[in-house]
């Protein structure tokens, strides 16, 4: 298995453009979702799905948009960029858990570092 | 809100001594709590998890402890190597598939 694979690894976008990320996993996995990550900080989450066709914000979801029509992939899309864009994105994905009370793992792709100037 | 505070946010340890990380949580549903390790310029990867029926859990050098009373739970390294020397994110889930991580420690490990 390849686990979460994201592309592009780097991008550069000036500011007004727009970009989608893209997110793929062969796991078979129910859940997925999107962080970023900024310079020297933690993970704060964009969107999140439970499953192909559903979708819902996390904490920072403005400036962004996703959507899942398949179980595997999960594409970030950013319209209108600007600086504050600029960060470390990742996407992960996680399995429904033998006991449902309790979560399961993230699996966490390579990310892609983004630059808006 | 939700939230987990984590401390300290630095830690420098001499080679082969032990290092401690501390988080607390504020969802009393919290109920799973995985630890995360990220060197740099890569991806978060799980070291080490703990659901809430367990006090403790240990790998290797690596152990978590649990006290649900107090909201608290930490990361245990022993016999520090320099490889260890990261990131180190801790999380706590309420079992919905939902996580709040906390701001994350840089420990470096002294040669």
């Known amino acids: 298995n390849a686990g979460v694979t994201q592309t592009p690894k780097f991008r550069i976008l000036k500011i007004g453009q727009s970009m989608t990320l893209q997110c793929t996993q062969d796991?078979?996995?129910?859940?997925m979702y999107w962080y970023r990550q900024d310079p020297g900080m933690g993970l704060k989450l964009i969107y999140y799905?439970?499953?192909?066709?559903?979708?819902d914000k996390g904490e920072v979801p403005n400036g962004y948009n996703v959507s899942r029509s398949t179980t595997e992939d999960f594409p970030l899309r950013l319209e209108l960029a600007a600086p504050s864009q600029t960060s470390v994105y990742f996407c992960?994905?996680?399995?429904?858990?033998?006991?449902?009370?309790?979560?399961?793992?993230?699996?966490f792709g390579n990310g892609t570092r983004l630059t808006v100037t | 809100g939700e939230n987990v505070e984590q401390h300290p946010s630095t830690l420098s340890v001499q080679e082969g001594d032990s290092a401690v990380i501390k988080c607390t949580y504020s969802?009393?549903?919290?109920?799973?709590f995985p630890w995360y390790k990220q060197e740099l310029g890569k991806r978060p990867q799980l070291i080490i998890d703990?659901?809430?029926?367990?006090g403790e859990k240990k790998d290797q050098r690596i152990a978590v402890t649990l006290n649900k009373t107090a909201k608290h739970f930490s990361l245990h390294i022993t016999e520090t190597q320099p490889e260890d020397s990261a990131v180190y994110f801790c999380?706590?889930?309420?079992?919905?598939?939902?996580?709040?991580f906390g701001t994350g420690t840089r420990l470096k490990v002294l040669a």
């Open positions: 992960a994905s996680s399995p429904q858990g033998a006991i449902l009370v309790y979560s399961s793992p993230l699996h």
């Open positions: 796991m078979n996995h129910n859940y």
């Open positions: 799905s439970v499953g192909a066709g559903i979708t």
């Open positions: 969802d009393s549903a919290s109920n799973y």
């Open positions: 703990i659901r809430s029926n367990v």
């Open positions: 999380a706590a889930s309420p079992g919905t598939y939902k996580y709040i």
